[in-house]
Nanobody, 119 residues
């Protein structure tokens, strides 16, 4: 099993930037697909970006391309999401998740989330 803990959220002014972190513990996350998702109040959860830890290939939802950057530090078993040019519509709970199959289709492991509020 993999345990995930997000951090780095907070209140940010429009136009600002944030770097969210997701620390993994437990089993190795090598050759996993690690993803960032978000859920705004009253809306469904949506995917933001994902990375295959085995090779570093990254994937972004079409609407997230440009302002979001996903990265990893395998030595620290930590996933990052940099968000630039924050907008009010980025206000949401941000979650990281892990898919041990590496396929990036189903994510059985989730963190508790970190809140991002943009105003």
């Amino acid at each position: 099993h993999v345990q995930l803990v997000e951090s780095g959220g907070g209140s940010v002014r429009t136009g600002g930037s944030l770097i969210l972190s997701c620390a993994a513990s437990g089993n190795t996350v090598s050759r996993h697909c690690m993803g960032w998702f978000r859920q705004a109040p009253g809306k469904e959860r949506e995917g933001v970006a994902a990375i295959y830890t085995g090779g570093g290939h990254t994937y972004y939802a079409d609407s997230m391309k440009g302002r979001f950057i996903i990265s990893q530090d395998l030595a620290k078993k930590t996933l990052y999401l940099q968000v630039n040019g924050l907008k009010s519509e980025d206000t949401a709970m941000y979650y990281c998740a892990a898919d041990p199959t590496g396929i990036c289709e189903e994510f059985p492991y989730w963190g508790q989330g970190t809140q991002v509020t943009v105003s």
